[in-house]
């Protein structure tokens, strides 16, 4: 396309992003609002939720698909009833679905679609919403979200990129073409991501929010430096020492976190590697119940609205004898089920 002056017109996606991106603002009120002190800022997910999680914030969920994301936090701010939340949705799966179903979601920025990876059958939520007109959606790639929240931790307004131009993610995103000033090559320019809160599960974390990751990080890291709030959610509070006798494990340092909730299986009924496998048939009997409105109902009523807290939760959809043998399978010493046996109910 060119305008009048017979020169090529730079392109634009067709939706604005919703993550807030001026660096020097998000710096002064790091300023302002953060210390390097170290308090212990052990507290209750009720307590997280209620103080970081605003109606309207805008949150990056840690972890990736159904792998180490903090469900105790979900649980909370679905219990809560939390609305008209932003999320980055790196990838939508369990996490973001539950979210999506309690009804706390206006707009999503979404690199995956609506599925369950590897399962036979996606949830009706997603879909459903889109089409009432109730979830406005914005589309970026998996690296987008990556480089974008890099972007935002260097203190960056956008970083550029060699792909997405003349796609369909471009023209539904945030994302514009600019030309290099050195070779006068057009890039792609994804706006920087700076969320209002991260939400983060990890294997370890000690008072004052040092936070240890085992396996993959993805982008937590450059996550907690982006966002203005942090909540850790972590299967084990530890003591300082285990940092400080190895600084390497340092995945997440305590001055980026606001707030540490020790959460036995946090990620449940989703996977934390090396210590619980999926809990297929929970899964299995959420997603078809996003098919009928008053089954989906029940459902959360069940295990949100009508439970007392996280452990409450975990009884009531698992109990302690299928908590263990999660445990197991995780740990090679007893094989999962079946997915047939699973799905074909």
Known sequence: MKNMNGQNELRA???????KCDPDEFRAWIQENKSLLKVDKRTTMEKAVSQHVEDGSYVKLG???????????IYEIVRQKKKNL?????????DVDVLLSGGCVAKIEVAYSFGHEFRPLRSATGPRLIKEGKLKVSE?????????LKAAAMGLSFIPARFMLNTDTFNYSGAKEIVCPFTHKKYCALPALYPDVA?????KCDKYGNA??????????????ASRRVIISAEEIVD?????????????????????????MGSYPCEMPGLYWFDESFIADYIKSTYDLAK????????????????DYLQKAAGAKKLAQLKKIAQHKEKPPLAKDIWNK
């Not at 972890?63 to 936090?73: E, K, N, P």
């Not at 970026?140 to 974008?148: E, G, L, V, Y």
């Not at 939400?199 to 294997?203: E, T, Y």
């Open 13 to 19: 996606g067709q939706i604005p992003s919703w993550g």
């Open 63 to 73: 972890g990736f698909g159904q792998v180490r994301t903090s469900m105790s936090a």
């Open 86 to 94: 932003v999320l980055a949705g790196h990838t939508t799966s369990h």
């Open 140 to 148: 970026w790639s998996n690296a987008s979200f990556a480089w974008r």
């Open 199 to 203: 939400i983060i599960h990890v294997n």
């Open 212 to 225: 240890f990751i085992k396996g993959m990080v993805i982008v937590d890291d450059d996550a907690a430096m």
């Open 240 to 264: 300082e020492e285990f940092f400080l006798s190895d600084p390497d494990k340092t995945v997440i340092p305590y001055y980026y976190v606001d707030a540490v909730v020790e959460s036995r």
């Open 296 to 311: 989906l109902e029940e459902h959360l009523a069940r295990y949100y609205y009508e439970t007392s807290g996280w452990e």
